[in-house]
């Protein structure tokens, strides 16, 4: 059964930094593609940024943060990373990682999606 673990949420002033973490495991790691998404309460789950299966040469990103958020992963520690810079009032939102063996589920069809994490909480404050 695959486990995914988020970590690295918390609280930051607008303009500043974090880095969010998902932890997997009960999968072959690289033969899924990961992806990130938010949530704000009362709304819909939105994509924040996918990568693809295997090496991750090739990511995608929502509009709302291109530039400013990188996503990666490393293989060797099952693990998915979130790099959020620039950080702004509206990126409040519970943050989840997903993971899926077909990458056009993680950027198009959410409800497909075969894994999520739990959420972390990630605060900006103005």
């Known amino acids: 059964q695959v486990h995914l673990v988020e970590s690295g949420g918390g609280l930051v002033q607008t303009g500043g930094s974090l880095t969010l973490s998902c932890a997997a495991s009960?999968?072959?790691?690289?033969?899924?593609?990961l992806g990130w998404f938010r949530q704000l309460p009362g709304k819909e789950r939105e994509f924040v940024a996918a990568?693809?299966?295997?090496?991750?040469?090739?990511?995608m990103y929502a509009d709302s943060v291109k530039g400013r958020f990188t996503i990666s992963r490393e293989n060797a520690k099952n693990t998915v990373y979130l790099q959020m810079n620039s950080l702004q009032p509206e990126d409040t939102a519970v943050y989840y990682c997903?993971?899926?063996?077909?990458?056009?589920?993680?950027?198009?069809?959410?409800?497909?999606?075969?894994?999520w994490g739990q959420g972390t909480q990630v605060t900006v404050s103005s």
């Open positions: 997903a993971a899926d063996t077909k990458f056009h589920n993680i950027v198009e069809d959410t409800k497909a999606i075969s894994s």
């Open positions: 009960g999968l072959t790691f690289t033969d899924y593609a």
């Open positions: 990568i693809i299966r295997r090496s991750g040469g090739s990511t």
